[in-house]
């Protein structure tokens, strides 16, 4: 039978007010009576329910995304189910909140964790480019007792508690796979378009791809990076420019954001059906492109997922819980026509 507060009470000769005072590290004990408290919970072995606690206390745990402000069906995803979390976290006691900070913009994004951090947030979960100006906030943010998780691109040298996402490395290696299957034994031209290499996942994901095509697909040519800066516009002129530059195509591998730019481009070089086309996630434009054949395959998440992992994982953390990692791995799914949910 596992041992509970009355049993703690009475091994230590002190009151239940006692125990939980020094359980939930209130002042008001002498030191002494720590002690025997702190030496009845090891010689029981009493294991306290930080969810129960939590409850108990009527805590409320507030947490915050800190998102870039950036027009994408991705962020727009984000975004939504966020919003559409907000009222089942409220009833399990967790206020969340969303900021959005301009996309290239280190000191918006650390005044804004710096501004969370004054008002008491218990946890944060982030999603930004690693730089100087971002680490510092994330250490002040521990620093003042925060709990932070990063989200979708990791910011591995920085102070943050967890990541939630996925493998950014073996989503480019399975990319690359991909690519080289379809595109067979005959020598290829594949161009890589990106919103940013700025951006961790993007940088991760074109490692992962570059070294599987070296390895095992040496006959085709991987073009340099063209970053589109989430521009539909900007993307298009890329892939022109591309197209003008190299001559016909053989191979896309879309590693972020600018898919409708991309899938217009295309069309307007006659090159749609006619390239392969490897993309990451699964967004209403993507879902169109790969009905009608513009893409052919999708590389996805579930965003739904991840936003409901970071709110597990932060109350976890700010309120002594536990974590378990089978639950907050975030798959990854190949996505293609015939299989489109």
Same mark, same amino acid.
Not at 54 to 74: E, G, Q
Not at 204 to 231: I, K, N, S, W, Y
């Given at each position: 039978?596992?041992?509970?507060?009355?049993?703690?009470?009475? *091994? =230590?000769?002190?009151? $239940? @007010?006692?125990?939980? !005072?020094?359980?939930? %590290?209130?002042?008001?004990? #002498?030191? +002494? /009576?720590?002690?025997?408290?702190?030496?009845?919970?090891?010689?029981?072995?009493?294991?306290?329910? *930080? =969810?129960?606690?939590? $409850? @108990?206390?009527?805590? !409320?745990?507030?947490? %915050?995304?800190?998102?870039? #402000?950036? +027009? /994408?069906?991705?962020?727009?995803?984000?975004?939504?189910?966020?919003?559409?979390?907000?009222?089942? *976290? =409220?009833?399990?006691?967790?206020?969340?909140?969303?900021?959005?900070?301009? %996309?290239?913009?280190?000191?918006?994004?650390?005044?804004?964790?710096?501004?969370?951090?004054?008002?008491?947030?218990?946890?944060?979960?982030?999603? *930004? =480019?690693?730089?100087?100006?971002?680490?510092?906030?994330?250490?002040?943010?521990?620093?003042?007792?925060?709990?932070?998780?990063?989200?979708?691109?990791?910011?591995?040298?920085?102070?943050?508690?967890?990541?939630?996402?996925?493998?950014?490395?073996?989503?480019?290696?399975?990319?690359?796979?991909?690519?080289?299957?379809?595109?067979?034994?005959?020598?290829?031209?594949?161009?890589?378009?990106?919103?940013?290499?700025?951006?961790?996942?993007?940088?991760?994901?074109?490692?992962?791809?570059?070294?599987?095509?070296?390895?095992?697909?040496?006959?085709?040519?991987?073009?340099?990076?063209?970053?589109?800066?989430?521009?539909?516009?900007?993307?298009?002129?890329?892939?022109?420019?591309?197209?003008?530059?190299?001559?016909?195509?053989?191979?896309?591998?879309?590693?972020?954001?600018?898919?409708?730019?991309?899938?217009?481009?295309?069309?307007?070089?006659?090159?749609?059906?006619?390239?392969?086309?490897?993309?990451?996630?699964?967004?209403?434009?993507?879902?169109?492109?790969?009905?009608?054949?513009?893409?052919?395959?999708?590389?996805?998440?579930?965003?739904?997922?991840?936003?409901?992992?970071?709110?597990?994982?932060?109350?976890?953390?700010?309120?002594?819980?536990?974590?378990?990692?089978?639950?907050?791995?975030?798959?990854?799914?190949?996505?293609?026509?015939?299989?489109?949910?």
């Amino acid at each position: 039978m596992r041992p509970t507060v009355h049993d703690i009470a009475r *091994a =230590a000769g002190v009151s $239940l @007010a006692t125990v939980d !005072r020094v359980l939930n %590290a209130r002042p008001g004990v #002498r030191g +002494d /009576t720590i002690v025997r408290v702190n030496a009845a919970v090891d010689a029981l072995g009493y294991v306290r329910d *930080a =969810a129960a606690a939590n $409850l @108990a206390r009527s805590r !409320r745990f507030r947490l %915050a995304f800190v998102l870039p #402000r950036v +027009d /994408t069906a991705f962020h727009a995803a984000l975004r939504a189910e966020v919003a559409a979390l907000r009222p089942h *976290a =409220a009833m399990d006691r967790a206020l969340i909140e969303l900021a959005e900070v301009p %996309a290239e913009s280190p000191a918006a994004l650390a005044a804004t964790l710096d501004r969370l951090a004054a008002e008491g947030i218990d946890g944060v979960a982030v999603m *930004a =480019a690693e730089t100087p100006q971002t680490r510092d906030a994330l250490r002040r943010l521990r620093t003042a007792g925060v709990r932070v998780v990063t989200l979708v691109a990791d910011l591995a040298q920085s102070d943050r508690d967890h990541f939630v996402g996925i493998n950014n490395v073996a989503a480019g290696r399975t990319a690359g796979v991909l690519m080289g299957r379809f595109l067979g034994r005959d020598p290829g031209r594949i161009l890589v378009f990106a919103a940013a290499m700025s951006a961790r996942d993007q940088a991760e994901r074109r490692l992962g791809f570059d070294r599987v095509m070296q390895a095992d697909f040496p006959q085709h040519a991987v073009l340099p990076t063209a970053e589109a800066h989430d521009d539909p516009d900007l993307a298009a002129r890329r892939v022109a420019q591309a197209l003008a530059t190299h001559g016909p195509l053989q191979g896309i591998y879309c590693i972020g954001s600018g898919k409708r730019g991309l899938a217009r481009a295309l069309a307007e070089a006659g090159l749609a059906r006619r390239t392969t086309v490897i993309v990451h996630e699964l967004s209403p434009q993507t879902r169109l492109a790969l009905e009608d054949g513009t893409f052919d395959v999708a590389i996805t998440v579930d965003v739904g997922h991840m936003v409901r992992s970071a709110v597990r994982v932060l109350r976890a953390l700010a309120g002594g819980g536990t974590i378990i990692p089978a639950q907050e791995r975030i798959r990854l799914d190949v996505v293609l026509r015939e299989n489109l949910p």
